[in-house]
């Protein structure tokens, strides 16, 4: 079992960068695919990236897409959202889970807060 932790969070002006951490503690990081969501007040939770378990392979959502970047350092069992030009619609809570839990109600932890201000 993964336990994690997200951070980097802030606010922003649109336009800025923010990179956001996933701190992750168990045996089975390394080995596995993670990815971002995000959910903005009243509305559902939804997939903003994903990174399969080495690193070569990331996927994006549309509305993401050539502005965030996903990457996985598998030594420091660290997940990473670097998110840029960013726009008043990023504004949520972000929260990092495993493949396996991305449609399922586990594993979810506290997320992390992004504001971006017009």
């Known amino acids: 079992q993964v336990q994690l932790v997200e951070s980097g969070g802030g606010l922003v002006q649109s336009g800025g960068s923010l990179r956001l951490s996933c701190a992750a503690s168990?045996?089975?990081?390394?080995?596995?695919?993670m990815g971002w969501f995000r959910q903005a007040p009243g509305k559902e939770r939804e997939f903003v990236a994903a990174i399969n378990w080495n690193g070569s392979r990331t996927y994006y959502a549309d509305s993401v897409k050539g502005r965030f970047t996903i990457s996985k350092d598998n030594a420091n069992s660290t997940l990473y959202l670097q998110m840029g030009s960013l726009k008043p619609e990023d504004t949520a809570v972000y929260y990092c889970?495993?493949?396996?839990?991305?449609?399922?109600?586990?594993?979810w932890g506290q997320g992390t807060q992004v504001t971006v201000s017009s």
């Open positions: 889970n495993t493949e396996a839990n991305f449609y399922t109600e586990s594993g």
């Open positions: 168990g045996r089975t990081f390394s080995g596995s695919a």
